[in-house]
């Protein structure tokens, strides 16, 4: 009963000192109750303020690793370009240069002599580069196919090198 009592006189002098000087209670309320809002108002603006900033620094972030992700991409791309073209030089100079496939043709061209139809390679067409295949047995093959198979050949080639290039530069993985 006694904090009653305490309470309702603390609040009888309240009442008391309001009648008798109404301004300044007035003044003196009205100035708690703006501090009062206002303290409440700039927890949130700060709180605003760094949830802004926080997402300020995320953009920005995100903007780093979009640019370097598009940098790699193009880098990927232009070192991909470069082995595509140098496979492509190749596979160009290895179908102009037939040097092989006319050698292979000079050796293994079936010739009629004598009664025998082994291979007879004639004086500078590419005896001495196929000579051990003079005496096996031999199969005709038209020209055209073997100008075919050589074509698919020299494109396979390049294509395996193209692949190696790939993989000697991280850019791929080899089969397993």
């Known amino acids: ?24 209670v007035a003044l003196i309320v ?3 109750l703006c501090w009062w809002l206002w303290s409440g ?27 370097a992700a598009k940098a790699a991409t193009a880098s990927a791309e232009h ?14 100079a290895l179908l102009a ?9 000079a050796a293994h061209r079936v010739r009629q002599s004598a009664g025998t139809s082994a291979a007879a390679p004639a004086e500078g067409d590419g005896a001495e580069v196929h000579a051990e295949s003079a005496d096996a047995a031999l199969v005709a093959v038209s020209e055209a196919d073997l100008t ?18 790939l993989i000697a530069q991280d850019l791929a993985q080899a089969a397993k």
């Open 1 to 24: 009963m006694a904090i009653l009592r305490i309470g309702w006189s603390g609040l009888s002098w309240l009442r008391d000192t309001a009648k008798r000087y109404p301004w300044q």
């Open 30 to 32: 009205a100035l708690a």
């Open 41 to 67: 108002k700039t927890d949130a603006l700060n709180q605003r303020d760094a949830a802004k900033t926080e997402l300020a620094g995320a953009r920005a972030d995100w903007a780093k690793q979009v640019a």
């Open 79 to 92: 070192k991909s370009q470069e082995i595509a073209q140098d496979a492509q030089t190749t596979h160009d």
């Open 97 to 105: 240069d037939n040097a092989g496939l006319r050698y292979y043709i």
């Open 148 to 165: 075919a198979c050589d074509a698919s050949y020299v494109y396979a080639r390049s294509a395996h090198e193209w692949a190696q290039g």
